[in-house]
């Protein structure tokens, strides 16, 4: 009897594995696509394809820079790319997009150590580097001629809805509004979501809380709340942007506080920022809140004694 | 009968329980085993025989001064060949005796049903039977039924719940024993005073719950746990049979309660009516590799290639040979390990069955602490066992880790979870000398 292998319990596992959980998100994320494809036209598509091919090849030549083995096959970067995607006008030029991904992949996930370690959400990073760095083509919502988005909107500047007065709540339902490639249809955005929920990727705290939190504001505040959950990036952000495993807390009670920060942050920025969206800023800030959260929610273990004060529980 | 009605988490494994059908089989006595001197937890014994001298059946060949140990007994009669080092699973080292069987089985002129009158000479006579806890942990049996406090000790919790994958050997001997089950428990609860008896038991037993069922009554009650592993796990039992909780530094007698596994009240019921001590152990031998899964009923010292080959040998190459579980189980080198007193099933896994990703970075799903039954966070426990950080692992009580492996079992990334914790609780043994 030889070659046995020797290693410590247990001996079986469930079969789960990163990859597997990012192939999950990106079914997921395919219904909002597809729609994005349908009214903004083919070169929503390409945008798409663009992104989810730069990002992953981003992160490989990396890997080979700094020797080490290459990480693209567990398609975080590929996730990375398509939600970046998803945040982007269709107007957008293709080299913006790319520099965006080249943002997104190096300084803001591969600088901190790659997966697992960056501290917000490599997505929303570059999207708020566009924002500010190209704040104009950022939010050109101009469509192009011959689409489904043409025949709805004007083609010339159609604003985001955040930004005009009359605004159909069914048109915001369908998508039959201006806005980024995918935040535009809320239906297929809330198939996407209980699709991850489904399969287990997510639980639903985080976008629940996000979303109830903002209806919340909006109606202390004044303002239509069915307007704001359904308008702007608010789904895509509590949906599949705030729940990024890597930047939100990982106990319930974490993501319950890191959902409410995120609702309130997002409200404030729409109602009372010079921002008409806040999404993306919120996430972000509580993305960097998250380590504090992650301190304060540490949970008691079954059977431990409350440390005594001083910290040492002995 | 459904218990105190509040679960602890855990996760839900494939059972695996092929052999729960296959009635246990008697081993041809092998033409030679090994008895390792440490097979508690506690003290090593020194052989009380040397090589060449003839033993019997039941006879004592090891026994030790210390409190804290056991005696171990022949389980076969023949002629010691050696007394030799022995590596256990735990990398210590320790004497075996090794004996060349004569296939007779001559029972000793030691073994005699034991005599006894009031509480200490039943726990002298625990003692003498060699009886370690059965499901795994090894405790010796006369400690745990003397515990400090006696008066305010007042429910037995018999562990039925056989949690974990592949293994039947309690499943069975609740069906083929009852009778030895139930006397054990009613002489265990008369001698030591037990007001309770509660059976914990998972539902994907229902055989054995039938069984068992017609002697429920006034003291004996049966406690129908959801099949999540772990519930066999010591605390958690005591948490979902009767709502106490076993806090930091405390053991199960401190909050009354006793917990006994099915197989140790059978063994020890044995002893009592027979004489005969803890020789022989009921296992199941199953895994991919092997050839024709069962329970074999075989001597302790049994080597786990008899074992094998009593089931039809190896179909396919083994990857890894546990002793144990897969859940909780001990990989080990080779297969002519001993069969042990608190081993309680031998697998052979094939590499397809053990197939194990290669570690890649903490995602922070949050997988692991919303699988673990203690709510501990194992991928903080990871990192900081990494920094060598004492401060933070007491911080995050990883001493309370009962290494069930559930953290591990659903890591996406594949991470060494339970190694970390274990090398966690080494590191706050040591002082977290960086």
Not at chain 2, 123 to 134: A, C
Not at chain 2, 277 to 289: F, I, W
Not at chain 2, 400 to 407: V, Y
Request: aromatic share 8%; with cysteine.
């Amino acid at each position: 009897m030889e070659n046995l292998v020797v290693t410590s319990s247990p001996h079986t596992r469930s079969g789960e594995t990163t990859r597997k959980i990012m192939m999950k998100v990106l079914i997921a994320l395919l219904p909002a696509g597809a729609f994005s494809v349908y009214f903004f036209g083919m070169r929503a598509l390409y945008l798409i394809l663009i992104c989810a091919i730069c990002s992953p090849l981003f992160e490989m030549l990396w890997c080979w820079l700094i020797k080490r083995p290459d990480s693209t096959g567990d398609l975080s970067a590929v996730v990375t790319g398509v939600l970046l995607a998803y945040n982007l006008p269709v107007s957008i030029p293709i080299w913006e997009a790319v520099v965006g991904c080249l943002f997104a992949i190096i300084v803001i996930k591969e600088f901190f150590g790659g997966l697992g370690q960056n501290f917000i959400n490599p997505a929303i990073g570059g999207r708020v580097f566009l924002l500010i760095s190209f704040a104009t083509r950022m939010t050109d919502w101009s469509v192009f001629e011959g689409t489904k988005a043409a025949g709805y909107l004007d083609a010339v500047s159609s604003a985001t809805p955040l930004r005009s007065d009359t605004v159909d709540f069914y048109d915001l339902l369908l998508g039959r509004t201006g806005g980024s490639l995918g935040e535009t249809c809320s239906l297929v955005l809330i198939a996407g979501g209980i699709l991850l929920v489904a399969m287990k990727v997510i639980s639903p705290v985080i976008p629940l809380t996000y979303i109830g939190t903002a209806a919340a504001v909006a109606w202390l505040c004044g303002e239509n709340p069915v307007f704001h959950i359904f308008a702007g990036g608010l789904l895509l952000g509590a949906i599949f942007m705030a729940t990024d495993y890597v930047t939100s807390p990982t106990t319930n009670k974490g993501k319950f506080i890191y959902a409410v920060g995120c609702g309130v942050i997002t409200m404030l920025i729409r109602i009372y920022g010079s921002y008409p969206e806040g999404v993306s800023f919120a996430i972000l800030l509580m993305n960097i809140a998250t380590p504090l959260i992650d301190r304060a929610t540490m949970m008691r273990p079954f059977g431990a004694l409350v440390p005594a004060k001083g910290g040492d529980a002995k | 009968m459904q218990g105190f009605g509040k679960h602890l988490s855990g996760v839900k494994v494939p059972h695996n329980k092929h052999t729960s059908g296959c009635v246990t089989e008697e081993l041809p006595v092998p033409a030679r085993v090994v008895i390792p001197m440490a097979q508690s937890i506690g003290a090593s014994c020194t052989p009380l025989v040397k090589k060449g001298d003839t033993v019997k059946v039941g006879q004592k060949i090891g026994d030790s001064e210390a409190f804290f140990s056991v005696p171990v007994h022949s389980s076969v009669s023949g002629t010691v060949a050696s007394i030799d080092d022995f590596v256990t699973a735990f990398g210590t080292v320790c004497q075996a005796v090794v004996i060349d069987t004569d296939g007779e089985q001559t029972v000793s002129e030691e073994v005699r049903i034991p005599e006894y009158e009031g509480k200490e000479m039943f726990l002298r006579e625990v003692r003498n039977s060699g009886l370690v806890g059965l499901g795994g942990a090894a405790f010796p049996t006369f400690i745990k039924l003397n515990p400090k406090n006696p008066d305010e000790v007042d429910t037995l919790i018999i562990n039925a719940a056989e949690c974990e994958p592949y293994i039947t050997s309690d499943l069975r001997a609740m069906l083929e024993d009852t009778e030895l089950l139930i006397a054990g428990i009613r002489r265990i609860a008369e001698e030591l005073d037990f007001k309770k008896v509660i059976i914990g038991i998972e539902d994907n037993k229902p055989e054995a719950v039938e069984v068992l069922k017609p002697y429920c009554g006034d003291q004996i009650s049966l406690c129908i746990l959801p099949s999540k592993y772990p519930k066999g796990g010591e605390k958690v039992l005591i948490y979902e049979a009767t709502g106490k909780v076993v806090a930091e530094g405390q053991l199960p007698a401190d909050v009354g309660v006793i917990v006994m596994n099915v197989t140790s009240v059978i063994a020890l019921e044995t002893y009592f009516e027979t004489g005969m001590p803890l020789v022989g152990k009921r296992v199941t031998v199953d895994g991919g590799a092997v050839a024709e899964p069962k329970n074999v009923r075989a001597p302790i010292g049994t080597r786990y290639s008899d074992l094998i080959a009593f089931c039809g040998g190896y179909k396919e190459k083994p990857a890894k040979i546990l002793q144990g579980g897969p859940m909780m189980g001990i990989a080990v080198p080779d297969d002519s390990q001993p069969l042990l007193k608190n081993n309680n099933a031998v697998l052979a896994l094939t590499a397809k069955e053990c197939e194990a990703p290669e570690p890649s970075p903490c995602i922070r799903c949050g997988r692991c602490l919303r699988a673990c039954p203690f709510g501990l966070m194992p991928a903080a426990i990871d990192r900081a066992a990494r920094n060598r950080d004492a401060d933070q692992l007491r911080k995050l009580k990883v001493n309370l880790c009962m290494e069930c492996g559930c953290c591990s079992y659903v890591c996406p990334a594949s991470r060494p979870l339970v190694q970390q914790n274990k090398l966690g609780k080494q590191i706050l043994k040591n002082g977290g000398g960086k």
